[in-house]
Nanobody, 122 residues
Framework: QLQASGGGSVQPGGSLRLSCAASGGTFRSYVMGWFRQASGKEREFVAAINWGVLTTYYGDSVKGRFTISRDNAKNTVYLQMNSLKPEDTAVYYC?????????????????WGQGTQVTVSS
């Protein structure tokens, strides 16, 4: 089970940190990812991190602003979001993939959290 938290409302240029806590099993060897879905739009890949060398991957729209990290001891993955823009407004979902290779498509993930709302507005 994945539990996402940390969403909220922030002004443009602000920051938020999302957390995704895994329970009911160990996700240490899973690829962990974040996706988002804005109202009326398709789910979009945001970031992913593998479990070995902790290589990170980002969607083009968030590169240089967002940082994904994980703490395997706590079974938790984080998404630090800086320089937020109104177009970052969406429901953010964390996901886990039972594989060593990263996927940027939501269908490539096996477990999903419930989502947390991020609203960027002045």
């Amino acid at each position: 089970q994945l539990q996402a938290s940390g969403g909220g409302s922030v002004q443009p240029g602000g920051s938020l940190r999302l957390s995704c806590a895994a329970s009911g099993g160990t996700f240490r060897s899973y690829v962990m990812g974040w996706f988002r879905q804005a109202s009326g739009k398709e789910r979009e890949f945001v970031a992913a991190i593998n479990w070995g060398v902790l290589t990170t991957y980002y969607g083009d729209s968030v590169k240089g602003r967002f940082t994904i990290s994980r703490d395997n001891a706590k079974n938790t993955v984080y998404l630090q979001m800086n320089s937020l823009k109104p177009e970052d407004t969406a429901v953010y979902y964390c996901a886990a993939r039972r594989a060593s290779s990263v996927s940027t498509t939501w269908s490539g993930y096996d477990y999903w959290g419930q989502g947390t709302q991020v609203t960027v507005s002045s």
